[in-house]
């Protein structure tokens, strides 16, 4: 698996936002998102590759028991995410998966997060096939303007998710941008009865490296 950075922090995204964890975030994407928050982790070139093994070690000298799975996209590597997960799971970690749902998660994590792109690449079946998962599962989708708000909010309506685990996050990788979009996006979540999804390390470190 090539990865990009590992490091301790607070989940800064989604239901799970403030909890310590331990965060793995692979190399490469199949995406090319123009907002991506850690265009850093885009390319396999961003990246060194470290075995399974080594990769465990790292997380068991913390003593903390989420850890999140991210990148960068983690289903690019299915078959390395598979032997982690299940080593992970036999050390008792909560592991959540982010991921653009592009690929079906052919594993076992505590919470599958979900992130499709509306207009980047939104593969409804495999969106589905992710949601028939028996884990906890969020949707996260990212909206630059009310028009795109009300048609993620249209393409979720017969998903089969709780809605208190729908969110829509600005369309921002930078603090001042984040600002920005809640100034509107917020009041219609509110007219919209939907969850308002913030970045926590957008905020609090604009997005930098490690955080
Ligand atoms: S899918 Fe995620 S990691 Fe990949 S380019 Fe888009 S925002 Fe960045």
């Not at 964890?21 to 396999?44: E, H, T």
Request: proline share 4%; aromatic share 8%; net charge negative.
């Amino acid at each position: 698996m090539i990865i990009n950075e590992m490091f301790l922090s607070v989940q800064g995204e989604g239901i799970y936002t403030g909890i310590p964890s331990m965060f793995i975030r692979v190399a490469g994407c199949n995406l090319d998102c123009p907002w991506c928050d850690s265009a850093y982790a885009k390319s396999q070139e961003d990246g060194n590759e470290m075995p399974i093994s080594s990769i465990v070690d790292e997380v068991q000298k913390y003593d903390v028991e989420h850890v999140v799975i991210t990148g960068g996209e983690p289903t690019i590597y299915p078959e390395e995410l598979k032997v982690l997960c299940n080593e992970l799971n036999s050390l008792n970690k909560k592991i959540t998966i982010e991921t653009n749902s592009t690929i079906f998660v052919d594993c076992n994590p505590h919470l599958l997060s979900l992130s499709p792109k509306l207009y980047q690449c939104w593969e409804e079946e495999i969106i589905k096939k992710n949601l028939s998962k028996k884990c906890k599962k969020q949707i996260k989708i990212v909206v630059g303007s009310i028009e795109e708000a009300l048609d993620a909010l249209k393409r979720i309506e017969n998903f089969d998710i709780e809605k208190e685990n729908i969110f829509l996050m600005p369309n921002a990788a930078t603090r001042e941008k984040h600002i920005r979009g809640a100034a509107w996006l917020v009041p219609f979540c509110c007219n919209n009865n939907v969850r308002f999804g913030g970045r926590l390390q957008t905020l609090l470190w604009n997005s930098e490296h490690g955080k």
